[in-house]
């Protein structure tokens, strides 16, 4: 069975402040793909990354930066010197790349980041 | 990306009442796939929308309260029939380009807010 568990259902920062996304998954699939999403209050599901199982290469992209450890099952997100503007709630995700599940994405719980000024 | 639309964006139904969900995607695509979200909940796959066949229903899900059509690769609908007020969700239409390992982006349209009371 697949499954994605992220524990913080709730963060709050202050603007500038460092904040980690914790995402934890569960598979038995070889090949698999994780997601990052982003939801603002308007609902939209804006798509962050996607990272293959094969490829455990850290990737960074502006502020936002992603630590895939393969060992640990895990999938971390962290925006750096965070903004007012991240405040959403972020979903972790998981698919399988078997052909009976192409494309059927597995989504943790969420975690709702509130950024302060 | 994808550019994906859906109408309506929002509506307040009755209760035993129909809506139809309208996916509208600007390009060709392998699948397309609806997706519930309860208020406070994560995203649930409803079902795969297959183009020339019918659709594939995930456990909980079937076809009589959610008729799905694909009639082409850019376009499907999504019906709650017969709806009360647990029906009351976002749905979102979702699509995956291409196949294999090498392709395996998923984006989301902008979700329809359903109400019913």
């Known amino acids: 069975a697949q499954k994605v568990t992220q524990a913080q259902t709730e963060i709050s920062v202050v603007e500038k402040e460092d904040v980690t996304l914790d995402c934890v998954y569960e598979t038995r699939d070889t090949t698999y793909y994780l997601f990052w999403y982003k939801q603002p209050p308007s609902g939209e599901l804006v798509f962050l990354i996607r990272r293959n199982s094969f490829d455990e290469q850290n990737e960074i992209s502006g502020r936002y930066s992603w630590n895939f450890q393969k060992s640990t099952s895990s999938f971390n997100f962290t925006i750096t010197a965070s903004q007012v503007v991240d405040s959403a709630v972020y979903f972790c995700a998981l698919s399988a790349d078997q052909p009976n599940q192409g494309g059927k994405l597995i989504f943790g719980q969420g975690t709702e980041l509130s950024v302060k000024p | 990306s994808a550019v994906i639309s859906q109408k309506p964006s929002r509506d307040i139904c009755q209760r035993g009442t129909s809506l139809t969900i309208q996916c509208q995607v600007d390009s060709q695509v392998t699948m397309m796939f609806w997706y519930r979200q309860q208020p406070g909940q994560s995203l649930t796959l409803i079902a795969t929308a297959n183009q020339g066949s019918e659709a594939t229903y995930e456990s909980g899900f079937v076809i009589d309260k959610f008729p799905i059509s694909r009639p082409n690769l850019t376009f499907s609908t999504l019906t709650v029939s017969n709806m009360s007020p647990e029906d009351s969700s976002i749905y979102l239409c979702?699509?995956?380009?291409?196949?294999?390992?090498?392709?395996?982006?998923?984006?989301f349209g902008p979700g329809t807010r359903l109400t019913v009371l």
């Open positions: 979702s699509v995956r380009r291409g196949s294999g390992s090498s392709y395996n982006e998923q984006f």
